[in-house]
């Protein structure tokens, strides 16, 4: 058992709430755990809600690498109405009959959308250009592009379409999606711009996280739950579950921790990020494959 007074290495998998930024969740955090260091692997959105990874003190190393992994989302797009924001939290822009799109159109539009694709993110996003966060300049009203960046859609799925009347009363279509995706997409400019080559506008209704690499929402705790009990996911449970695992002996674990380059057997070749556990299974660190030894990336043991 872990003293109440020493706040333990883990990743903590919350179900975010919506109207919370990932920073609020962080922040909450941090007086559960009752320690400074806690982080996150990769925002969500306000208005979205599932999974959200948080580091709490040493486990804060894993999250730049964790942030790198795929992702998995349910979500409603709305055909028929662009906002500033490319979801709900934005002014409508512009509003225009959808009930004459066709399925064949729909998923046509979204064959164009799967795959390696190039996206550009929403205006309103923490992107930053030139230095500055994309949603501050947008804010401003300054004028700007954002270069558009290379993401995977592995799969892009309708599961229902849904007649609706907005409240303007503009007859819009509500498609229920699910998305699984590399790191670095965003499913509101996907909404946008399929909504954009159907030629009726679309924005984000509804998005919710399920899955985040190895962590899924069955494993997630709301802010509540955490509050009653802090369910903490032991870092080498963690780095297991996420990166492929390399045991080895008690002479190789000594010169790994004390920054000896080891050879790294060739299975490992190409694997990226990799964990380094001890005979006791203790994890001792993340390394990468370098001209056939072990890069330490970060170091835990």
Not at 68 to 73: D, F, Q, V
Not at 206 to 216: C, D, F, M, N, S
């Amino acid at each position: 058992m872990t003293q109440k007074n020493t706040p333990p290495d883990g990743l903590v998998i919350v179900d975010k709430p919506s109207g919370f930024t990932s920073h609020d969740v962080v922040a909450k955090m941090r007086g559960i755990a009752r320690t400074r260091r806690v982080g996150h692997a990769g925002t969500l959105d306000p208005m979205a809600t599932g999974v959200l990874v948080l580091g709490v003190e040493k486990a804060t190393k894993l999250l730049g690498h964790l942030a790198l992994t795929e992702k998995e989302y349910l979500g409603t797009i709305r055909l028929g109405q662009n906002t500033v924001t490319d979801d709900a939290e934005g002014e409508i822009t512009s509003s225009t009959d959808a009930s004459g799109v066709t399925r064949d159109a729909i998923d046509a539009g979204i064959a164009k959308l799967t795959g390696d694709i190039m996206q550009v993110p929403s205006k309103v996003s923490a992107i930053k250009i030139d230095g500055k966060r994309s949603y501050k300049r947008a804010r401003e009203g300054e004028d700007f592009e954002i270069p558009a960046r290379p993401v995977t859609v592995s799969s892009f799925a309708v599961y229902d379409v849904r007649d609706v009347v907005a409240d303007d009363g503009t007859p819009v279509l509500d498609l229920v999606v699910s998305v699984v995706c590399s790191s670095g997409t965003y499913i509101r400019a996907l909404a946008r711009d399929l909504g954009a080559d159907l030629g009726v506008g679309g924005h984000l209704t509804a998005l919710r996280r399920t899955r985040v690499g190895p962590y899924k929402l069955d494993a997630a705790r709301t802010l509540d739950q955490l509050q009653q009990e802090l369910t903490v996911m032991p870092i080498a449970e963690a780095a297991a579950a996420a990166f492929p695992r390399w045991d080895v002996d008690a002479k190789r674990a000594r010169l790994l921790t004390n920054g000896v380059r080891l050879e790294m057997p060739d299975e490992y070749a190409g694997s990226g990020t990799v964990a380094v556990f001890d005979p006791e299974g203790r994890f001792l660190a993340l390394v990468e494959e370098s001209k056939g030894k072990a890069k330490s990336l970060a170091v835990f043991g």
